[in-house]
């Protein structure tokens, strides 16, 4: 193990407990402050606020926030207790990174729903989609301010250049594609589809916030069921369609299952443009070409967020996704791909 591994684990019993102890209390305060609104109260406050000020502002219970803000300011440098009051610290920026903001929404918010159950999964008492399920909203929000946005706006430009007017976002997210479409070209339209409700409210709602939302319509419906949308009136007109970081979770029911959904595009929609932005599966050789610490964010989404525990399959490697578009009939014109990173989706430009 590399030194500066071993450091950041912990280089001692004592300090690696104690580290694990403090990541799992921060992660659930941070994300508990965040959602209450106590983080961006500090954050626009020119001078230390008491937690009485706080607690009202916000209208949580201020005995508990008080508990809180006192460990976090006590174990962590991105808050700090000044007298009876509370400000951020010298690391306080951090918390408002998108990034930080993701990880909280995905990880506490979104799939903290999955590694409650994962000893009853484990023994075979609970499945997922029966007993438990990650939260949509909080998934399409997350993957927005950690991931999404940093491929939007270049994959967008290179849309326009190939033609994409009219756009259908699929299993939309905030459909984060589609937004940055409209703010790039104002004869931009399109199409937000989603199953979850919650994910299509979120993406209304940061619609209407950057003032798109009248160039879109929202509807509801099923990857898994591509003929029933593409033949409705909503996707009549549509020329692109873009599909963010979820075929992947199709493979649960094997690539078949996949090419037919494809090859369904291919029947309904044949000479269209179809951009997938796709996760690459990285060998255990490629995790271990990297420090630990360069790891856990491709490990937590191959290997915690994929698989049996949350009903999802696993990424394919490039080789195996451009096999798979192949054999759909579908032409591949170009991939623009990732770095380990900025960003953890490689980006495949197709025509049906």
């Known amino acids: 193990m590399r030194p500066e591994e071993r450091a950041w684990l912990g280089d001692d019993f004592v300090k690696w407990r104690e580290s694990l102890r403090n990541g799992y209390f921060r992660a659930l305060m941070y994300h508990a402050l965040m959602e209450a609104g106590v983080l961006d109260e500090l954050a626009k406050a020119q001078e230390p606020k008491t937690v009485q000020e706080l607690a009202d502002q916000c209208q949580v219970n201020a005995g508990i926030l008080r508990q809180a803000l006192t460990y976090l300011s006590l174990a962590d440098s991105t808050m700090e207790k000044v007298?009876?009051?509370?400000?951020?610290?010298?690391?306080?920026?951090?918390?408002?990174?998108?990034?930080?903001?993701g990880l909280l929404k995905i990880w506490v918010?979104?799939?903290?729903?999955?590694?409650?159950?994962?000893?009853?999964?484990?023994?075979?008492?609970?499945?997922?989609?029966?007993?438990?399920?990650?939260?949509?909203?909080?998934?399409?929000e997350g993957t927005w301010f950690s991931a999404s946005h940093q491929d939007a706006e270049p994959t967008a430009r290179r849309m326009l250049e190939l033609g994409a007017r009219n756009v259908a976002e699929l299993a939309c997210g905030t459909a984060p594609q589609l937004r940055v479409l409209c703010k790039l070209d104002s004869a931009v339209t399109g199409v937000c589809m989603d199953y979850s409700e919650d994910a299509l409210a979120a993406a209304r709602r940061f619609a209407e916030e950057e003032g798109?939302?009248?160039?879109?319509?929202?509807?509801?419906?099923?990857?898994?069921?591509?003929?029933?949308?593409?033949?409705?009136?909503?996707?009549?007109?549509?020329?692109a369609f873009v599909l963010q970081g979820a075929l992947h979770e199709l493979l649960r029911d094997g690539e078949d299952e996949v090419l037919r959904i494809l090859r369904t595009f291919k029947e309904h929609a044949p000479g269209k443009l179809f951009v997938i932005g796709e996760l690459r599966h990285c060998s255990d050789d490629d995790y271990r070409a990297r420090p630990i610490f360069e790891r856990t964010r491709r490990l937590a989404v191959d290997h915690i967020m994929h698989g049996p525990l949350t009903a999802q399959g696993q990424p394919l490697s490039i080789e195996g996704w451009c096999s798979l578009f192949e054999r759909a009939g579908f032409q591949l014109l170009e991939i623009t791909k990732s770095d380990w990173d900025s960003s953890i989706r490689d980006i495949y430009f197709l025509r049906i």
């Open 83 to 101: 007298g009876d009051a509370f400000a951020l610290g010298p690391d306080g920026e951090w918390l408002l990174a998108p990034g930080f903001r």
């Open 109 to 140: 918010g979104a799939y903290g729903s999955s590694l409650n159950a994962l000893l009853p999964a484990l023994r075979n008492e609970q499945v997922y989609g029966r007993d438990y399920e990650r939260d949509g909203g909080a998934t399409a």
């Open 212 to 239: 798109s939302a009248g160039r879109m319509s929202f509807h509801v419906g099923d990857l898994m069921r591509p003929e029933e949308f593409l033949t409705s009136s909503s996707f009549r007109d549509v020329d």
